[in-house]
C-alpha cells in the first residue's frame, strides 16, 4: 500500500522559514517523480513544485520561485520542501504527492505574527 | 502558462443522476489530463489518468474522455458519496496547472 506522510508544517511568522518532509512507502520511491501541491483555506488546489526521480530536474510556480526548494533523498525514501521568506499568502494545507496517482494527507502551514 | 477551466463551477444532482464535468485547456496537451475527487477536510483521490483511464479501485460509474483541448468526466447514477469537488489536471507542461473545481451537491 502506498503511504505519503507529510510532516513539519505549523505556524511560523510573515519572512520566516519551515521545512516540510514527505516519507514516502510502498512503491519504488526513486523510480517516480514527486510533487508538493497546496490548497489554501477555501480555495482549490496548487500546483507548487515537482521534481524528477534523480533529483536534478526541479520545477516551480511562479509563485514560489527563488523562495521554495524542493529536495529528495532517495536513500531515505523521503520527499523535502524548503520553505523561505513565507508570506501570508503561503498559509494552506501542503500535499505530497505522485502526481495522477497517490496523495498525502497534508500537513498545515499557518503564516501569522 | 496552461490554463484549465472547468463548468460548470458547481452543480445540483440528485441521487441516481448522470453528471457531466468539461474540462478545457488552453492549448492543446494530448491527453494528458487527470481527474480527482477531493470531499470536504480530505486530501484529493486521483480517479482517472490519460484523459479516460481509470484508476483500480475507482468505481466504472466514472469515465473520462477527450484529447486535446476538451475533456469530461462523466458520473453516472450519483451516489451520496459521490457529492464532492472534482478537479481537472494537465501534466502536458510545467508549470502543471489545476482547473478551479465543480462542486457537486444536492
Known amino acids: 500500500e502506498v503511504q505519503l506522510l507529510e510532516s513539519g508544517g505549523g505556524l511560523v511568522q510573515p519572512g520566516g522559514s519551515l521545512r516540510l518532509s514527505c516519507a ?5 520511491f526513486s523510480g517516480r517523480a514527486m510533487s508538493w501541491v497546496r490548497q489554501a483555506p477555501g480555495k482549490g488546489l496548487e500546483w507548487v513544485s515537482s521534481i524528477s526521480t534523480s533529483g536534478d530536474e526541479t520545477y516551480y510556480a511562479d509563485s514560489v520561485r527563488g523562495r521554495f526548494t524542493i529536495s529528495r533523498d532517495n536513500s531515505k525514501n523521503t520527499l523535502y520542501l524548503q520553505m523561505n521568506s513565507l508570506r501570508a499568502d503561503d498559509a ?3 500535499y505530497c504527492a505522485k502526481l495522477t496517482d497517490d496523495w ?3 500537513t498545515l502551514v499557518t503564516v501569522s505574527s | 502558462d496552461i490554463q484549465m477551466t472547468q463548468s460548470p463551477s458547481s452543480l445540483s444532482a440528485s441521487a ?3 453528471v457531466t464535468i468539461t474540462c478545457r485547456a488552453s492549448q492543446g496537451i494530448s491527453n494528458d489530463v487527470a481527474w480527482y475527487q ?3 477536510g480530505k486530501a484529493p483521490k486521483s ?16 469515465s473520462g474522455s477527450g484529447s486535446g483541448t476538451d475533456f469530461i468526466l462523466s458520473i453516472s447514477s ?3 458519496e459521490d457529492f464532492a469537488t472534482y478537479y481537472c489536471q494537465q501534466y ?4 502543471y496547472t489545476f482547473g478551479p473545481g465543480t462542486k457537486v451537491d444536492i
Do not use: N
Request: avoid cysteine; aromatic fraction near 12%.
Open chain 1, 92 to 94: 494552506a494545507v501542503y
Open chain 2, 92 to 95: 502536458h507542461t510545467y508549470p
Open chain 1, 104 to 106: 498525502g494527507q497534508g
Open chain 2, 47 to 62: 480517479l482517472i489518468y490519460a484523459a479516460s483511464s481509470l484508476h483500480i479501485g475507482v468505481p466504472s460509474k466514472f
Open chain 2, 38 to 40: 477531493q470531499k470536504p
Open chain 2, 16 to 18: 441516481g443522476d448522470r
Open chain 2, 78 to 80: 450519483l451516489q451520496p
Open chain 1, 24 to 28: 514516502a512507502s510502498g512503491f519504488i
